[in-house]
């Protein structure tokens, strides 16, 4: 069966520190992979999705970027935080006509 | 361009009382909708989804929705609530074809009340 982890759970950064967020899917090949960001009252944000290795499309500009150096591994990077990249991160999959299935989220603050 | 549009932020509902969660799409081809909820703190879990078999589809939980292509709808009932279904849904579609992109809705906290 198929299954995706995401990590760390919680991350507590200083604005202006280097971000790595990783996210890697077992028991599927070539899936659909998903970078969205929930802030307070906004809902989900799409940030970027990808449908292979090496082809990243970034939804907003912001300050983040995403890669995806292996088939089942998707990562999202920043060089400096800023205070308004808190959130929480959710990183999904999907194959083609199906549903996108959910990590359990990454806590972000920046202080 | 596809969207899906969640009419209410929060809805309140008495125990034992009807859920009815409000989900219209925009697409420009015949769509996948999906219903998802989410639990503080948690991942989403899919409770429902339509990819265009019958148009009445029943998920877990108790839950249902419709597809009404007539008033681009996809709602979501449950005939009783129940303590336990408070959280926050989210509604969201995808296209098929090209990268199959999944886009949701802002989400609505569905508050039970006791």
């Known amino acids: 069966s198929q299954t995706i982890h995401q990590w760390p759970a919680t991350l507590v950064q200083p604005v202006g520190s280097p971000l790595s967020l990783e996210c890697t899917v077992e028991?599927?090949?070539?899936?659909?992979l998903y970078w969205y960001r929930q802030a307070a009252g906004r809902g989900l944000q799409l940030l970027f999705y990808?449908?292979?290795?090496?082809?990243i499309s970034s939804e907003v500009p912001q300050n983040l970027s995403a890669s995806r150096p292996q088939d089942r591994q998707f990562i999202l990077s920043s060089k400096k935080l800023l205070l308004s990249d808190s959130g929480f991160y959710l990183c999904?999959?999907?194959?083609?006509?199906?549903?996108?299935?959910f990590g359990q989220g990454t806590r972000l603050t920046v202080v | 361009a596809q969207s899906v549009t969640q009419l209410g932020s929060h809805v309140s509902v008495s125990e034992g009382a009807l859920v009815l969660l409000r989900c219209n799409y925009s697409?420009?081809?015949?769509?996948?909708l999906f219903w998802y909820v989410q639990y503080p703190n948690q991942g989403l879990q899919l409770l429902l989804k339509?990819?265009?078999?019958?148009?009445l589809v029943k998920g877990i939980n108790g839950f249902e929705a419709e597809f009404k292509k007539s008033e681009t709808s996809f709602h979501l009932t449950k005939p009783s609530a129940h303590m336990s279904d408070a959280a926050e849904y989210f509604c969201a579609v995808m296209v098929s074809g090209g990268y199959q992109k999944v886009t949701f809705g802002t989400g609505t906290k569905l508050q039970v009340i006791p």
């Open positions: 697409s420009s081809v015949p769509p996948y």
């Open positions: 999904a999959w999907s194959l083609g006509g199906s549903e996108a299935f």
């Open positions: 339509y990819t265009s078999a019958a148009t």
């Open positions: 028991g599927t090949s070539n899936p659909n």
């Open positions: 990808s449908v292979g290795i090496g082809q």
